[in-house]
């Protein structure tokens, strides 16, 4: 499939997605949310990927927001629904995908594009790149689950400095934070990535896929963690991969997961 605004490689089972509208900093305009939705859903499905990463094009920007110039004219209804249609059909999907999703920032991440680095499961950024929500420069609040997820990641403190200075940190400023986890320099930041992503595919596809759920359902209204935690390891005990990685253990072996 091709997609406008996307550019899209699967090598050794990790997939790299790559925002590309660089002469707009590679700003979410509809087109390109509608376009991640679709890829990011088909690359759920696909059993050559294992790993997903997320990155932009050019050296300038992984997403400088979502698209103002789109909404600069929306009323109070079209405004909560560009923010609950954008939520459901592409932050909250990729935060609750089964497969891994890492957020390679390669430089600006400020409102919708700090929004999806936060989606994301985790995130490295480049030594260049600078993170910020600063819609309430717009007269906004950010609409993509930036009040929610900036929070948990950095605390509730610096969150609300953030969000109501709108001002942007840097890479060295995000890690002290927790907001990213590694920061790398510009050239080696998606091999640093795929190293990573390298690590996580050697382990066992469904129990990352539960440990994943398990981790979010701390951070969902009306779910018990850890309820959703004892139900997951359960049912790692009724799959051939928890069967060949005791084996193999026991074997003295590396272990060959197949994800059943
Ligand atoms: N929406 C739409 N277009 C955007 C954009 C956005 N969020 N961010 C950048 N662009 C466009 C600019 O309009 C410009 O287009 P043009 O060349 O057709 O005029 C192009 O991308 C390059 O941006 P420019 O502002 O010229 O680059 P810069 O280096 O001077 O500044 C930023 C970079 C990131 C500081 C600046 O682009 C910016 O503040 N962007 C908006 C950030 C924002 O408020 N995001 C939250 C949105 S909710």
Redo the contacts with the bound molecule.
Sequence with gaps: MNYENLLISIEEKIATVTINRP???N?L?KATISDLSKAIKMLGKNDDVRVIIITGSGE??FV??????EFANYTVVEGAMLAAEGQESLFDFIENLKKPVIAAVNG?A????LELAMACHFRVASDNAKMG???V??G?I?GYGGTQRLPQLVGKGRAMEMIMTAAMISAEEAKQYGLVNHVTAPAELLDFTKGIAQKIIKNAPFAISRAIKSINANYKDGKDGFETEIKSFGKCFGTQDFKEGTTAFLEKRKAEFTGK
Excluded: Q, R, V, Y
């Design positions: 002469a707009k900093l700003a305009n300038k920007a400088a927001g979502a698209d103002i110039s600006f400020l409102g919708g594009g929500l600063p819609e420069t717009l906004l950010p």
